[in-house]
């Protein structure tokens, strides 16, 4: 390996941590090495690591009786990275954060009092929060000198307008952060960023970028800036997902509370775990799956999920004021032509036209000529943009143009 500089880009959830590591060349460019992740903490650990040709560097699994806390998980994983780096140094890591909350705008470098800024914030992400911090301090215990950055997945969202942000709800509880926040940011700043790289002139218009996955939101960009998304206080506003549900009556737990006798466990179980493509098909939360089946719910749940896409799109546009293109992104935004076809064959009253071809190939544009609307395929790469966020907090340059216009002074 050569000399070169290298971030470390950690997500870390609640039973895995996923890493990449990426190298910065001469020219200001980052070039992704190698990538993997500790899985099944908790329960039976194992490490796995893939160059960038997904070929296999590391497989290992830890039985029941070895030690194998989360700390030494990560030990393990930051000694192996470390040797694998060779003579390339460790810069900082970076980390992505779901919950910035209205403190956190932009990427930061970890200090304490920013750790007990996203301390504060772990009633906004249970789920999340606690490991991103947990994360953190491991790392920095083992390697106290080592930058850290905070990456938010809420930052990009945050100077969405007023109303955007704001639930009709008695003004006290805004005040005290219930309010929309958003998820995928830095899905949607880099998606923004090679839009601006790709289409320029689109960049400056209106976008409306649908981040298909399994978790999936929509995204009103209006010049590069975020306007409105589908996610709100969590994750769970929005369209339907693998297995949550999007935008459901609140009046429906409140009879789930009286009637059923549930209560926030339960609820927690039902909304996170047991909804969304799962809780409707009975059959997978998986996409391909749904698919390939020949079940009258799978077609059923695949209806639903596009009628809700093609539905939040239009509440995106309409969010903006305008609509100059669409792009999808994500695993299934990225790789589902079904799903595109029928998003768009909805989106025909707004004088949207899909290529069949162009989709089928998944081509950068998969709109005919003569839609009055582009529709795009733009591949997200969220380590990538917290790699290149990481890099620029530290002062280093990084190759292209912020997606985001710099903040006002
Ligand atoms: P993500 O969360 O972005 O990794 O997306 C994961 C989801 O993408 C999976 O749950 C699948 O449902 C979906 N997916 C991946 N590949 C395909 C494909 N070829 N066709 C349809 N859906 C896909």
Known sequence: MSHNDAYLIVNA?????????????????????????????????????KDAQRHVLADRTWSANEASDRPTLLRFALDWITERLGSARLLAVGHRVVAGGREFAHPVLVTEAVLEGLERLVPLSPLHQPHHIAAIRAIRDLHPALPQVACFDSAFHHDMPLAAQTYALPRALTDEGVRRYGAHGLS????????????????????????LGNGSSLCAIHAGRGVDTTMGFTVLEGVPMGTRPGIVDPGILLYLMREKGMGADELEKLLYHQSGFLGVSGISNDMRVLLESDDPRAAETVELFCFNVAKQIGAMAASMGGLDAIVFTAGI??????????????LEWLGVKIDQNANQSKAPRI?????????????????????????RILGRAVDGASATPAPKA
């Open 333 to 346: 935004g990225e790789n589902s032509p079904p799903v595109r076809a029928r998003v768009g064959a909805k």
């Open 367 to 391: 709109s005919s000529a003569s839609s009055r609307i582009p529709v795009l395929i733009i591949p997200t790469d969220e380590e990538r943009m917290i790699a290149r966020h990481t890099a």
């Open 188 to 211: 949607f700043e880099y998606v923004a960023y090679r839009l601006r790289q790709i289409e320029p002139d689109l960049a400056d218009g209106h976008v409306v970028v649908c981040h």
């Open 13 to 49: 959830g609640s039973s895995s941590l996923k890493f990449s590591v990426f190298q910065a060349l001469e020219t200001g460019g980052l070039e992704a090495v190698f990538n993997g992740q500790i899985a099944g903490i908790g329960t039976q650990p194992s490490f796995q690591a």
